[in-house]
C-alpha cells in the first residue's frame, strides 16, 4: 500500500469501529470489546508505519475536490508533515491504552458499548485533525470531538456533576468555536483556500491582509479548545467523567487539539507580533495561575487537570515564541506521562473508595495495595516535576530554551517581550508544578490512619497499560537529538543556563512543600480528628467505574465543594495561605462569568418569556377573543323565524334610506 493509502485508513478505522459498535452493541455484545480495541490499535500500527515512511523529510499532500462551492473549493485533503505523523502515533497509542484499560475499568458497565463507540469515534475526529490538509474538513474533525466530549464526560449522567460538567464543557468550548469559525472563513478568503499548502504559500508571499484580526480569532477558539485562560474553567470540571475519558480528553485528543492547530499554522500567526504577544500573555497568565490552583485542590483528578492546563500553557509558550518544534515536543511527552498520570489515578480512585486527597492522606498502605499504581504514579508526577532524566525533564526544557532564545534576541521569529513573559512564567511554573506533584504523591501514598482495604492486584488490562507507558514517560526525552529533523531543524537540547534554573526551581518547589507536609505530620492526627472524614464510599470490590462515580458524587456533600476539603494537615492549605480559597475555587473566574454573562442572559430569557406570554400571547388571545365574541353575536340572530328575518331586512333598508336622504340633503344645500 502506498503512505497516503495507509494514512486514510489511519482515521478511518476508528470511524468504522465506532459505527460497528453502536450496530452490535445490543444484538452482539460479544463483539463490544474487540471492537473497540483492534481497529484502535491497528490505526496505531499503520500511523507509526506512515511516521517511518515519512521520515521527517519533506511533506506527503495528497488531495481530491470534494465538493466545489463557487468561490473557496473544499478538498479532501492529506498533509504529513514531521508534525503530523508523531502526532498521530501519539493518539492512536494513547486511544489504545485507554480501550484496552477501558475493557477492565468498566467491566459489567450496561453503557459500555456506546462509550467504546464514542471513544472510537472520539479518536478517529482527533486523527481527522491531524492528518487534514484543508481546513473545512478539519473543522469537521474539530467539532465532533466537542460533540464526543459532551456524551463522553457526561457519562455517569445520574450525576448532577457529570451532567452540570458536559454541558459546561460544550457551551465553553463553543463560544470560542464562534470567533474561530469567522477566522477559517476570513483567513480562507484572504488565502482563497482552504488548503493549508495555499495558506502557508500565501502567508510567505505576504498575501494575508488582515493578520492580526485571524490570528486573533482563531486564538479565540484555540483557548476554548485547548483550555488556556480565560476558557479554561470547563476543564477541571470535565474530571465528573470517567478516568479514561479524562486521560484521552488530557493526553491525545481536544485539548492537545487546539497547539496543534496553532503549530500547524504557525507562520499565520507569526506573520502578527501582536497575536504572538497575546498567546505569550494567555500562556503565562495560564501557566502560574492553574498552578496556584493545582496546589488548593481536593480532588485528586483536579490537580491532574489544573496540571494539563499549565503543560499546555508551556506549549502555548513555545509556539508564541515561534518554535512549534519544543511545543510539539513537549505534547508527545505530555501526552504519555500524562495519559498515565490520570490511569494510575483511576487505580487509586478504586482502592482507597474516594477521590479526595485529605481522606487518602488519613489512609495507611495505599502504596502497598496498589504497587502498579504507586510506581508508575511515581514516574508520571518525576516526569511532570522536570526531573532529570525523566521525559518531562528534556521536553520542558525544550520550552525555556526557546524562550531564552527569544528573549536574549538570538531569535527574531517573536517579540523579546514575548520571550521573557513566557521565561519567567515557565520557571514559577516550574517551582509550582514540582510543588503541587509533590502535595499530591505524598497526600496519596504517604498517609497515617486506618489500613487500605486489599482488593488484590488490579486486572491485567490496567496494569499492563501502566508499565507500557511508563516507558516513554521515562525515556521519551533522550530522543531530542533524533527528532531535530522531524522539527523544523531547530535544537532541542538543554543548555546549561536553563537546565540549572529549571531544575533548581522545581527542587526547591518539591522542597518546600515537603517541608511544610513534615512540619504538620506531628500534628496531623490531632487536627484531623476536628475535621470529618467524609467522602469514602464503595468498597473496593465494587467495579471502578461504579466507585468513582459514586466518589464523585459523594465529595460536594462531604465537603461542600467538588474542588476543596477543609483539611488542616495540607501542606498546601499551608503554602498558599490566604490565597488558599481563592485558589480553591480557580480564582473565582465562575462566579465572575455568571454574573458578566449566566445572570445576563438568563435575565434575557427571563424578559422574553414575560414578552412572549404576557405581550404576544395576549393580542393572540384577544384576537381569538374577538373573533368568539363577533361569532355570538351573529350566532344569536339566527333564530331560524322568517318574519324576524323580514323584519330585520326592512328596518335595515328603511336606515338605508334614511341614510341616502340625508346625504342628500347635506350635499345639495353645499
Avoid at 543556563?497 to 507536609?517: P, Q
Amino acid at each position: 500500500m502506498t503512505t497516503t493509502t495507509l494514512a486514510v485508513l489511519v482515521p478511518l478505522l476508528p470511524f468504522l469501529g465506532a459505527v460497528a459498535g453502536l450496530l452490535l452493541g445490543r444484538t452482539a455484545p460479544g463483539f463490544v470489546r474487540p471492537l473497540a480495541v483492534l481497529p484502535i490499535l491497528t490505526s496505531a500500527v499503520l500511523a507509526a508505519v506512515v511516521a517511518v515512511r515519512q521520515g521527517g523529510e519533506g511533506p506527503i499532500s495528497a488531495a481530491t475536490r470534494l465538493t466545489p462551492t463557487g468561490s473557496v473549493p473544499i478538498d479532501l485533503a492529506l498533509y504529513l508533515d514531521g508534525f503530523a505523523v508523531l502526532v498521530a502515533v501519539l493518539v492512536g497509542v494513547v486511544a489504545s491504552c485507554v480501550q484496552i484499560y477501558s475493557t477492565a475499568y468498566l467491566r459489567d458497565d450496561p453503557r459500555y458499548p456506546s462509550y467504546a463507540a464514542l471513544v472510537s469515534l472520539f479518536t478517529s475526529a482527533m486523527l481527522l485533525v491531524v492528518y487534514s490538509g484543508d481546513l473545512m474538513v478539519l473543522l469537521v474533525g474539530w467539532e465532533i470531538m466537542g460533540i464526543c466530549s459532551y456524551f463522553l464526560v457526561g457519562h455517569y449522567w445520574e450525576t448532577p456533576e457529570a451532567r452540570a460538567a458536559s454541558l459546561k464543557a460544550f457551551l465553553v468550548t463553543k463560544l470560542g468555536d464562534v470567533p474561530f469559525l469567522i477566522g477559517l472563513f476570513a483567513l480562507a478568503t484572504d488565502a482563497g483556500t482552504f488548503r493549508i499548502t495555499g495558506i502557508l504559500d500565501t502567508v510567505a508571499d505576504g498575501g494575508l491582509d488582515h493578520p492580526t484580526l485571524v490570528a486573533l480569532l482563531l486564538l479565540a477558539g484555540v483557548a476554548g479548545k485547548s483550555a488556556q485562560f480565560p476558557l479554561h474553567t470547563w476543564l477541571p470540571d470535565a474530571m465528573a467523567g470517567p478516568t479514561p475519558v479524562s486521560a484521552l480528553i488530557h493526553a491525545a485528543t481536544m485539548v492537545a487539539a487546539g497547539i496543534y492547530f496553532v503549530a500547524r499554522l504557525l507562520p499565520v500567526f507569526a506573520a502578527s507580533a501582536a497575536a504572538l504577544t497575546v498567546l505569550a500573555v494567555m500562556a503565562a497568565v495560564t501557566m502560574v495561575g492553574s498552578g496556584l490552583a493545582a496546589l488548593a485542590q481536593d480532588d485528586i483528578k483536579r490537580v491532574l487537570a489544573y496540571s494539563t492546563i499549565g503543560q499546555l500553557g508551556y506549549m502555548a509558550g513555545a509556539l508564541a515564541v515561534g518554535d512549534r518544534g519544543a511545543a510539539v515536543f513537549h505534547l508527545l511527552s505530555h501526552g504519555a506521562f500524562k495519559a498515565l498520570l490520570f490511569l494510575a489515578a483511576g487505580a487509586v480512585i478504586h482502592a482507597a473508595g474516594t477521590n479526595s486527597l485529605a481522606v487518602m492522606s488519613r489512609t495507611s498502605g495505599l502504596a502497598r495495595r496498589t504497587p502498579d499504581a504507586y510506581w508508575t504514579m511515581t514516574i508520571a508526577l518525576l516526569a511532570l516535576a522536570a526531573v532529570p532524566p525523566f521525559a518531562g525533564f528534556f521536553t520542558k526544557e525544550a520550552v525555556l530554551v526557546a524562550a531564552e532564545h527569544t528573549a536574549l534576541g538570538e531569535s527574531n521569529t517573536a517579540p523579546g517581550a514575548a520571550g521573557w513573559t513566557v521565561l519567567i512564567a515557565g520557571l514559577i511554573a516550574a517551582l509550582l508544578t514540582a510543588a503541587y506533584a509533590t502535595r499530591l504523591w505524598l497526600l496519596a501514598f504517604r498517609g497515617r490512619g486506618a489500613e487500605a482495604p486489599d482488593h488484590g492486584r488490579e486486572p491485567l488490562a490496567i496494569t499492563a497499560v501502566l508499565w507500557l507507558l511508563a516507558i516513554p514517560s521515562l525515556g521519551f526525552g533522550l530522543t531530542f537529538g533524533y527528532f531535530d529533523g522531524w522539527f523544523d531543524g531547530h535544537s532541542l537540547a538543554p543548555t546549561v543556563t536553563t537546565a540549572v534554573l529549571g531544575t533548581g526551581t522545581a527542587v526547591i518547589g518539591a522542597a518546600v512543600t515537603y517541608a511544610a507536609w513534615h512540619s504538620l505530620r506531628p500534628r496531623a492526627a490531632a487536627l484531623r480528628t476536628r475535621t470529618p472524614e467524609g467522602a469514602v464510599v464503595a468498597h473496593p470490590d465494587a467495579a471502578p467505574y461504579a466507585v468513582e462515580a459514586e466518589a464523585i458524587a459523594a465529595h460536594t456533600p462531604a465537603y461542600g465543594s467538588p474542588a476543596s476539603a477543609p483539611d488542616p494537615a495540607d501542606p498546601g492549605r499551608m503554602l498558599l495561605g490566604p490565597l488558599h480559597r481563592h485558589a480553591a475555587s480557580g480564582f473565582h473566574l465562575d462566579a465572575a462569568y455568571h454574573a458578566l454573562f449566566v445572570r445576563p442572559v438568563l435575565a434575557g430569557a427571563r424578559l422574553v418569556r414575560f414578552l412572549d406570554r404576557e405581550v404576544i400571547d395576549t393580542y393572540v388571545r384577544s384576537a381569538a377573543t374577538g373573533t368568539n365574541a363577533l361569532g355570538w353575536l351573529v350566532r344569536r340572530a339566527q333564530t331560524g323565524n322568517v318574519q324576524t328575518y323580514v323584519s330585520a331586512l326592512l328596518a335595515g333598508t328603511l336606515v338605508l334610506v334614511i341614510a341616502v336622504v340625508v346625504l342628500s340633503n347635506v350635499n345639495a344645500g353645499s
